[in-house]
């Protein structure tokens, strides 16, 4: 599976943005998705992943509440929704599919190359 990030940009405080993530092979609507960030200096960090349905979702707390993940696996896609956005949301958020349900990098198989989201105060 190849993935594909696109959506990030500049937008200040408490304002929106959606990342897209696209994605190659027939077998993409087998894989769990999850979204992960990594801002300067910090480790990568659990966003939100999907079951491979769409009906199950899950958050890291730091987002819940603002950000919601999605999946058309008729168009091979993801996508993360982001709202009430904060300077602390500043990061460069990757897209990843794996086997296994879980909030760690190491249970995802494949990556996207990234998409730069930066939040001004």
């Known amino acids: 599976v190849q993935l594909q990030a696109s959506g990030g940009g500049l937008v200040q405080a408490g304002g929106s943005l959606r990342l897209s993530c696209a994605a190659s092979?027939?077998?993409?609507?087998?894989?769990?998705m999850g979204w992960f960030r990594q801002a300067p200096g910090k480790e990568r960090e659990f966003v939100a992943s999907i079951s491979w349905s769409g009906g199950t979702t899950y958050y890291a707390d730091s987002v819940k509440g603002r950000f919601t993940m999605s999946r058309d696996n008729a168009k091979n896609a993801v996508y993360l929704q982001m709202h009430s956005l904060k300077p602390e949301d500043t990061a460069v958020y990757y897209c990843?599919?794996?086997?296994?349900?879980?909030?760690?990098?190491?249970?995802?198989?494949?990556w996207g190359q990234g998409t730069l989201v930066t939040v001004s105060s």
């Open positions: 092979g027939r077998t993409f609507s087998s894989y769990i």
């Open positions: 990843a599919a794996g086997r296994l349900p879980g909030a760690s990098a190491s249970v995802y198989d494949y």
